[in-house]
C-alpha cells in the first residue's frame, strides 16, 4: 500500500552483495537480535509446558494475566523505548555521550514515573481487573482468583520490562548487540531452571514469580553494564523519582 507513495520508486533495485562490509555487519547484528527474540519465545514455549502439568485452568490463567501486563507494557514501556530508538542511534553516531546520558535519565525517570503507578494499582486492584475483563461464562471465581494472583506478581515486574526494553534498545543504537543476546540466553536459562524447580512449591505463581525475578535483574545488570560502557554513574535523579513514585503509591494505597 505505502510503495505508490515513495519517492522515485521505479529507480530503485535490489542489490544484495556478501562481500560488502556493511551487508556483513548488518548481518551480524541482525542475527545476534534474532537469537536473542528466539530465546524469549522458546522460554515462554517452555513455561507453558512447565505449567502443563498443574491442575486444568493454569495455562488459561498464565495467558490471561500476561495479556493484561503485556497492555500496560505496549502502552507505556514499549512506547517510550521506540520513541527515543532513533534519538539514542543519532546521539551514538554523532559521539555525543552526554546527550545519551541526558536521554537515559529522561527516558528511565519516565518510565518510573509513569509505570510504578500503574504497577502499584494492577496489583492492589489485580482481582476486580480480571473480574472486569475475564469473569463471565466458564470464566468463573476459581479462575478469576488464579488468574489476578498471577497478574499481582506479573505487576510487580512491569517497571522491569519496561526498563528491560528501553536499555536493549540503548545497546542497539550502540550496536552492541552481543551483550543483549548473551545476558538473555544466561536469564532465560536461569528463569527456566528456576522455574522447574519452584513450580513443585508455588505452581503458577512460582512460575511467574521466576519471569519477575529475571526480567529485574537482567535490566539491573544491563543498567550496570551501559553504565561502564558509557562511562556513567548511578543517576540521583532516577533514584528520587523512584522514592517519590514509591511515597506518592504509598498514599494512593492508604
Known amino acids: 500500500i505505502l510503495l505508490p507513495f ?21 548481518i551480524i547484528l541482525s542475527s545476534s537480535v534474532f537469537i536473542s527474540n528466539s530465546a524469549i519465545y522458546i522460554c515462554s514455549i517452555i513455561k507453558f509446558i512447565i505449567a502443563s502439568k ?20 505496549t502502552l507505556v514501556g514499549l512506547t517510550i523505548s521506540v520513541i527515543v530508538y532513533p534519538v539514542f542511534s543519532e546521539f551514538n553516531i554523532k559521539k555525543n555521550t552526554a546527550a545519551v546520558k541526558n536521554l537515559l535519565d529522561q527516558s528511565i525517570t519516565a518510565l518510573i514515573v509513569l509505570l510504578i503507578p500503574v504497577s502499584i494499582f494492577m496489583f492492589e486492584y489485580s482481582n476486580e481487573i480480571i473480574s472486569i ?43 552492541k548487540t552481543k551483550i543483549v543476546l548473551i545476558a538473555g540466553i544466561i536469564f532465560t536459562c536461569l528463569e527456566i531452571g528456576m522455574s522447574m524447580y519452584i513450580v513443585d512449591y508455588w505452581g503458577i505463581n512460582g512460575i511467574v514469580l521466576s519471569s519477575v525475578i529475571m526480567v529485574m535483574l537482567n535490566s539491573l545488570i544491563l543498567y550496570l553494564l551501559l553504565s561502564k560502557e558509557i562511562g556513567m554513574s548511578f543517576s540521583k535523579k532516577v533514584s528520587a523519582a523512584f522514592l517519590k513514585c514509591l511515597i506518592s503509591a504509598a498514599f494512593m494505597i492508604g
Not at 6 to 26: G, M, T, V, Y
Not at 136 to 141: A, D, I, V
Not at 144 to 165: F, H, N, P, Q, R
Open 6 to 26: 515513495c519517492p522515485n520508486i521505479r529507480q530503485l533495485s535490489f542489490d544484495f552483495n556478501f562481500k560488502d562490509k556493511r551487508i556483513r555487519k548488518l
Open 54 to 73: 498443574l491442575p486444568p485452568g493454569n495455562i488459561a490463567a498464565l495467558t490471561y494475566s500476561w495479556s493484561i501486563i503485556l497492555l500496560a507494557h
Open 133 to 175: 475483563v475475564f469473569g463471565r461464562g466458564k470464566f468463573n471465581l476459581d479462575s478469576v482468583y488464579i488468574t489476578s494472583g498471577a497478574m499481582a506478581i506479573y505487576s510487580i515486574g512491569l517497571i522491569g520490562y519496561g526498563t528491560k526494553e528501553l536499555l536493549t534498545k540503548v545497546f542497539f543504537s550502540l550496536k
